[in-house]
């Protein structure tokens, strides 16, 4: 699967300064009270107006919407034809409920490096300057951007999810995993998505972001439980296939799926997800005020 292209252009910033300032309520005739940027309540209206933004700026950039979809769901396919009856006689079990976390998985990292690119970008283009120097909470564009990558990865994740249906996939487990299951994908998708975030706006403008992530969401791709039984990788490579963070999280989305072990999956997932958040969300941060306010 290649990388995401991302549109390089600037997004004007069209949001009218009552919106962009906070929520505006009426407190008698003629006057107005705005939230203080600082606020909550100014966090939160704004982060929600940004969020849209960063949505119709994905849903505009039809190269990227149709990798982040289409593509997905054609490699799910194609991992069914060619390699789904030699997983199924090495493990037993229908390769669709490998392949369909697998690929899951894979579009939430090349969903998150399209952003990540498109964020490197704009910083080159001044728009996060501008961003910057408006009255608005200083958190609500990163929290907006983090946001609609949730988003594109909850509506990716129930569009590939019915499409394995048409390979064969099934919840034989309930409702409850079935939402575990989203969920995984929704943990993995928001730690992945900072990291990518904060080497982003640490990376120099216009820096190759594409080729380094693309080639490490690749390996991580293809050496994992998903993609191929443990078993059938050589006997030094199998702690590493074991250990990395596609690997759990594809075997805990498995057992939420058809059933299954899912304690040391889930604790594995939950460490590797604190860890990727605690050693991103600093750096993404300063590392947005220091691509703001660059010159």
Do not use: C
Request: charged letters at 10%; zero cysteines.
């Amino acid at each position: 699967m290649s990388a995401p292209h991302a549109d390089g252009g600037a997004t004007s910033l069209q949001s009218e300064p009552s919106t962009m300032q906070g929520d505006v309520g009426s407190v008698g005739a003629g006057a107005v009270s705005v939230h203080p940027e600082a606020s909550i309540r100014a966090w939160w209206s704004q982060s929600l107006a940004l969020t849209g933004r960063q949505l119709l700026v994905f849903v505009r950039d039809v190269p990227t919407l149709l990798q982040s979809l289409i593509v997905p769901a054609l490699s799910m396919l194609m991992f069914k034809v060619v390699l789904g009856d030699a997983i199924g006689r090495a493990t037993g079990q229908d390769s669709a409920y490998g392949t369909v976390p697998l690929v899951i998985l894979v579009g939430a990292m090349f969903g998150s490096i399209a952003s990540a690119t498109r964020l490197n970008r704009e910083r080159s283009t001044g728009l996060l300057a501008r961003l910057y120097v408006l009255p608005i909470n200083r958190g609500a564009d990163l929290t907006s951007r983090v946001a609609a990558d949730l988003t594109r990865v909850l509506v990716t994740t129930l569009l590939l999810l019915a499409a394995g249906h048409l390979i064969g996939f099934r919840f034989t487990q309930g409702v409850g995993p079935a939402i575990g299951l989203v969920l995984v994908a929704l943990a993995y998708g928001a730690a992945f998505g900072i990291m990518t975030l904060a080497l982003a706006v640490n990376a120099a403008p216009g820096a190759p972001i594409v080729p380094y992530l693309g080639l490490f969401s690749s390996l991580l791709m293809f050496f994992n439980s998903g993609f191929s039984p443990l078993s059938a990788y050589p006997d030094w490579l199998q702690p590493i296939v074991a250990n990395q963070p596609m690997t759990p999280a594809i075997d805990l989305m498995r057992a939420l799926a058809v059933g299954g072990p899912i304690a040391e999956n889930l604790l594995k997932v939950s460490i590797w997800t604190v860890a990727l958040l605690a050693l991103s969300i600093y750096p993404a941060l300063r590392g947005y005020r220091k691509a703001a306010t660059a010159r």
